[in-house]
């Protein structure tokens, strides 16, 4: 069975500074999907960014980048720039492609990383 | 833009009532899912359903059920809540296509007294 883990559970970071958020999984299949989900104190998860495995390049949304290592099954977050407004639990989630119908196809979350903002 | 309700933001119950946790999604999607988010739990799948009136099992059903008459509600029972069952609820839904990402509602924080 496939399992997301992301090994820190909380971290810091000064206002408009980068921070690196973990994530590893552990996976047989080799095609499958990646995503980083943003829950802030709101409460509304919202994804973040998404990654295929089937492509190299990493994925890019502003100012959040992944960092994906299909061999070591790593996927980190980058965040540059950091705003107090990125201050939330983020949450690193996999999803097998070839069985996306059924339970075989739901997503495994890890359990989250709480991300503070100092300014 | 997807839009996904779920009717109450705060819910206080007692022990032994049944609850009924409401949630419609906008985007005509097919899956529909409930979790629960606990601290230090991360999120966990209770029940999902992938076309109306079909349900399965996610990790943790014990103790609930679900209903889907429409493709756009798909509603959480506790046929007779507990107090273990005081949590935070999110319901998703995502369309049919693999690569489709999860689409959340604000939450219900149920507690069970």
């Known amino acids: 069975a496939q399992t997301v883990t992301q090994s820190q559970p909380e971290m810091s970071v000064q206002e408009a500074e980068t921070v690196t958020l973990s994530c590893t999984y552990d996976?047989?299949?080799?095609?499958?999907?990646l995503f980083w989900y943003k829950q802030p104190p709101s409460r509304q998860m919202i994804l973040v960014i998404r990654?295929?495995?089937?492509?190299?390049q990493n994925a890019t949304e502003n100012r959040f980048s992944v960092n994906f290592q299909k061999a070591a099954k790593s996927f980190s977050l980058k965040i540059s720039d950091s705003q107090l407004g990125d201050a939330a639990m983020y949450f690193c989630?996999?999803?097998?492609?070839?069985?996306?119908?059924?339970?075989?196809?739901?997503?495994?979350f890890g359990k989250g990383t709480k991300l503070s903002v100092k300014p | 833009d997807v839009k996904v309700t779920q009717s109450s933001r705060y819910l206080v119950k007692r022990t032994g009532e049944k609850v009924f946790l409401e949630c419609v999604q906008d985007?005509?999607?097919?899956?529909m899912f409930w979790y629960r988010q606990d601290p230090g739990l991360g999120l966990r799948l209770i029940y999902f359903?992938?076309?109306?009136?079909?349900?399965e099992k996610g990790d943790i059903p014990e103790g609930y059920s679900v209903s889907r008459e429409k493709k756009e509600r798909f509603s959480l029972i506790l046929e007779s809540a507990s107090t273990n069952q005081t949590s935070m609820y999110l319901c998703?839904?995502?369309?049919?296509?693999?690569?489709?990402?999860?689409?959340f509602g604000n939450g219900t924080r149920l507690t069970v007294t």
């Open positions: 998703a839904s995502r369309g049919a296509l693999s690569g489709s990402p999860l689409h």
């Open positions: 996976t047989s299949e080799s095609d499958y999907y």
């Open positions: 990654q295929e495995a089937y492509k190299q």
């Open positions: 989630a996999y999803r097998s492609s070839t069985h996306y119908g059924g339970s075989q196809g739901n997503l495994i």
């Open positions: 985007m005509d999607h097919e899956n």
């Open positions: 359903s992938y076309d109306v009136k079909m349900k």
